[in-house]
């Protein structure tokens, strides 16, 4: 069984930054096509940002250019560096790997943006 562990998250200011990290078990980390996900308090879940298994990238336009999403193959993790937080992006994160239409879930970490 796949196991996804979210980690990074806590309580930042606006205009803060913060490191999502996303450590994947077995040995395929490398050809999934890998998914941030966040869901705020009422409202349904929403992707964020995706990076293929060859390293291609897309963003939600509301974060685009604040946010990176990266990855690296011999650690099995994803990242998502996040700067200029606000307010609005507080949320549960979590992440998702994707291969042969099977999808793998994390449990998610909690980001909080807040003065």
């Known amino acids: 069984q796949v196991q996804l562990v979210e980690s990074g998250g806590g309580l930042v200011q606006p205009g803060g930054s913060l490191r999502l990290s996303c450590t994947v078990s077995?040995?395929?980390?490398?050809?999934?096509?890998l998914t941030w996900y966040r869901q705020a308090s009422g409202k349904p879940r929403e992707w964020v940002a995706a990076?293929?298994?060859?390293?291609?990238?897309r963003y939600k336009d509301a974060v685009k250019g604040r946010f990176t999403v990266s990855r690296d193959n011999a650690q099995r993790t994803l990242y998502l560096e996040m700067s200029n937080l606000q307010p609005e992006d507080t949320a549960l994160y979590s992440c998702?790997?994707?291969?042969?239409?099977?999808?793998?879930w994390g449990r998610g970490t909690q980001v909080t943006v807040s003065s």
């Open positions: 998702s790997a994707l291969w042969s239409a099977t999808t793998y």
């Open positions: 077995g040995d395929e980390f490398s050809i999934y096509d």
């Open positions: 990076i293929t298994s060859s390293g291609r990238t």
